[in-house]
Structure formats: structure tokens, C-alpha cells
């Protein structure tokens, strides 16, 4: 079993940066995949940007050069680095283990 704890949403200025971060507790170095999700109002969920234990990262394309995702084992704490924000990014964010296990979101707001 895997819980997941995101912290750090809030309201920013466009242009603007955050930094989220996915506490888990459990079984963390059993974990192959960590990732992010959004999901804004009225949408459905998206892929934002996954860190494999091998190391490789993948980001959506709508977020790739503005979002850096990171990993710290000795933490057990996966970090979405958000920078050059845009109010189309205001969503809230989901942090997921393996495809299987969800934390329950924070929110991210971003004014125009």
C-alpha cells in the first residue's frame, strides 16, 4: 500500500512559479512510476509529466520546458517544479504511484 499527501497549490500571478510536492508513505522504493495529474473544471484528468525509478522523465507537451518533476528518495517526496505559469495551468493537481495509487489533489490557481 501506497498514500500519497500533495502540498504546496495556491494562487499565483501568470508568470509566476510553484513548487509541489507528493509525500509518500509506504512502500515508496517499491514505486516504478511517479507522475502528475490535473484536472481543471468541466475537464478530464491529464497526464502532466511521470519520473520512472530508472530516472527517465516524460512531461505533456502543453507543459514541457515550463514544468521540471524530481525525485528525492531519502524524502519519499517527488517534486513538480512549475515555472512561466499560465491561467490555462489552473487545475487541481493529482500526484499517482504505478498507475494505482492517488493522493487527493491540490489546487493550483493562476490569474490572468
Known amino acids: 500500500q501506497v498514500q500519497l499527501v500533495e502540498s504546496g497549490g495556491g494562487l499565483v500571478q501568470a508568470g509566476g512559479s510553484l513548487r509541489l510536492s507528493c509525500a509518500a508513505s509506504g512502500s515508496f522504493f517499491s514505486i516504478n512510476v511517479m507522475g502528475w495529474y490535473r484536472q481543471a473544471p468541466g475537464n478530464e484528468r491529464e497526464f502532466v509529466a511521470a519520473?520512472?525509478?530508472?530516472?527517465?522523465?516524460n512531461y505533456a507537451d502543453s507543459v514541457n520546458g515550463r514544468f521540471t518533476i524530481s525525485r528525492d528518495n531519502a524524502k519519499n517526496t517527488v517534486y513538480l517544479q512549475m515555472n512561466s505559469l499560465k491561467p490555462d495551468d489552473t487545475a487541481v493537481y493529482y500526484c499517482n504511484a504505478d498507475y494505482r495509487y492517488w493522493g487527493q489533489g491540490t489546487l493550483v490557481t493562476v490569474s490572468s
Open positions: 519520473f520512472t525509478r530508472g530516472g527517465s522523465t
